[in-house]
């Protein structure tokens, strides 16, 4: 097929598009308003892409038209989707495309509210430093995959499936398409307040989900009390893991540049293990995905540790961008609550001497809602100083959107010594006269007014060792 995908900056976009040139299909894109690091990815995956919307975009020859659902695409007056349905060419989502084209598969759904972009990435790159010709789709780049989204040639396909709805006119979430087999549910609490204002709208899809898992099929979940409770939708086999006794779970945890832990087996079983990644939710990740792979027989104990240590993780989930600083420089992903959490609490944990500076951007519709504004008393607990950028436009009509004064307020009727920077240069210009004891973590989901490609060279030179 010939197959074009409007919106091929999106992460989950992206990924598609590379799974079906790797099928063997002919793909070209298209997209507007990108920035790194999605921008410069696409560019080097050897497409055909035009960074416009044009209907003199498509092929002539088009088969099937994949259109994206962020508002900058512009909906049904996306031009390009109007020329494929003009031309009578069938015109789809890239979570329709994956789920009709991988039914025959053997697909492992990697879901929750955080940790899902990790787990999936190091499921598919354990599965490829064992042998294991196996498919993905990740919505996040890791170094350590060749590519976001690939077919592979056995049936084994890693999905991670998303709980926001496939578009503005189609509100099932994305893995509602997906027909799993197998699913490691990482976590669930409320998220997407934009999309779903109360919890049990929020863990509904979760439901659909464990309800449509087939008896036959495995379902490792992590021990939480809205899993356990969501648990007893499902009539497949379940493993628990992140708990007590009786689950997969880690001791004698160490960390450091690398940390190391024991991988403890319902029965016992005891495997040493070690990681570059930071944090100790990231060793949760591991253990979530060493069940899976173990208790579905895919993997051995000697290659799953051999490709555990040897994972790089994923870009924007705490990246130390500098070289030379003494001030690292650290990226963080903080889409919501707990994604922000977990960041800062793996910092506290790994640089425990050092003065917590925090640069966000609230750059979701969950930050950016007036409906969600009780998260700031919280989330910035333990920071020494946090620099807040102005929440961005666009979709602001779709919500209540949340001012930058309001959001500063917040946080500081919270305690923290929060403090508004415009744009990119006052936030440089805040963190150019640092002591040096410090650590700066970059946290948003969105480009962060181009913070994480200027800071590190100015603190390689400012704070250079």
């Known amino acids: 097929m010939r197959i074009h995908f409007t919106g091929i900056a999106g992460a989950g976009m992206a990924a598609v598009a590379q799974m079906m040139q790797d099928a063997g299909h002919e793909v070209s894109g298209s997209d507007q308003d990108v920035?790194?690091?999605?921008s410069t990815f696409v560019e080097g995956l050897g497409l055909p892409v035009s960074w416009r919307l044009d209907a003199a975009n498509?092929?002539?020859?088009?088969?099937?038209?994949?259109?994206?659902?962020?508002?900058?695409?512009?909906?049904?007056?996306?031009?390009?989707?109007?020329?494929?349905?003009?031309?009578?060419?069938?015109?789809?989502?890239?979570?329709?495309?994956v789920g009709d084209l991988t039914r025959d598969r053997i697909n492992t759904v990697v879901a929750g509210s955080f940790g899902k972009s990790t787990c999936a990435a190091l499921a598919a790159h354990v599965l490829r430093s064992c042998g294991v010709d196996a498919g993905w789709l990740v919505g996040a780049i890791s170094p350590s995959l060749p590519a976001t989204g690939r077919w592979g040639g056995s049936r084994e396909m890693i999905l991670e499936g998303d709980e926001y709805i496939v578009g503005p006119n189609d509100r099932r979430s994305k893995f509602d398409l997906y027909h799993p087999q197998r699913l490691l549910l990482t976590s669930l609490v409320h998220d997407h307040v934009n999309v779903f204002p109360t919890f049990a709208e929020y863990e509904a899809p979760f439901l659909r989900l464990l309800e449509g898992l087939p008896e036959s099929g495995l379902a490792v979940l992590r021990d939480h009390p809205a899993v356990r409770s969501a648990a007893a939708r499902t009539r497949a086999r379940i493993v628990w893991y992140g708990g007590g006794e009786g689950g997969w779970r880690a001791q004698a945890e160490v960390f450091g540049e690398v940390s190391r832990f024991i991988l403890v087996a319902p029965d016992?079983?005891?495997t040493a293990m070690t990681t570059g990644l930071l944090g100790a939710h990231n060793i949760e990740n591991i253990v979530g995905v060493s069940a899976l792979l173990l208790e579905a027989g895919l993997v051995d104990r000697k290659g799953l540790v051999r490709a555990v240590a040897s994972f790089e993780?994923?870009?924007?989930?705490?990246?130390?961008?500098?070289r030379t600083s003494r001030i690292?420089?650290?990226?963080?992903?903080?889409?919501?609550?707990?994604?922000?959490?977990s960041a800062m609490d793996a910092l506290r944990l790994h640089f425990p001497d050092r003065k917590l500076v925090v640069v966000f951007e609230p750059h979701t519709f969950s930050w950016r809602s007036r409906d969600a504004l009780p998260w700031y008393d919280t989330v910035f607990e333990g920071a020494d100083r946090v620099l807040i950028l102005p929440p961005p436009g666009h979709g602001a009509e779709s919500h209540h959107q949340s001012t930058l004064a309001e959001i500063v307020e917040r946080t500081r009727a919270a305690?923290?010594?929060?403090?508004?920077?415009?744009?990119?240069?006052?936030?440089q210009d805040a963190l150019s006269t640092l002591s040096g004891d410090e650590v700066v973590l970059l946290l948003s989901s969105g480009p962060?007014?181009?913070?994480?490609?200027?800071?590190?060279?100015?603190?390689?030179?400012l704070y250079g060792t």
């Open 35 to 38: 920035f790194p690091p999605m």
């Open 58 to 97: 498509l092929p002539r020859d088009l088969d099937v038209l994949v259109q994206g659902a962020s508002a900058k695409l512009g909906g049904d007056d996306n031009v390009e989707a109007a020329e494929a349905r003009r031309r009578g060419v069938r015109v789809t989502t890239f979570p329709e495309l």
């Open 268 to 270: 016992g079983t005891r």
């Open 313 to 322: 993780g994923i870009r924007r989930r705490l990246d130390r961008l500098t």
């Open 328 to 341: 690292p420089v650290i990226e963080g992903f903080g889409s919501s609550w707990e994604k922000a959490r």
């Open 415 to 427: 305690g923290v010594d929060a403090r508004p920077a415009m744009d990119a240069a006052e936030a």
């Open 448 to 461: 962060l007014a181009g913070l994480p490609e200027s800071l590190p060279p100015m603190f390689d030179r």
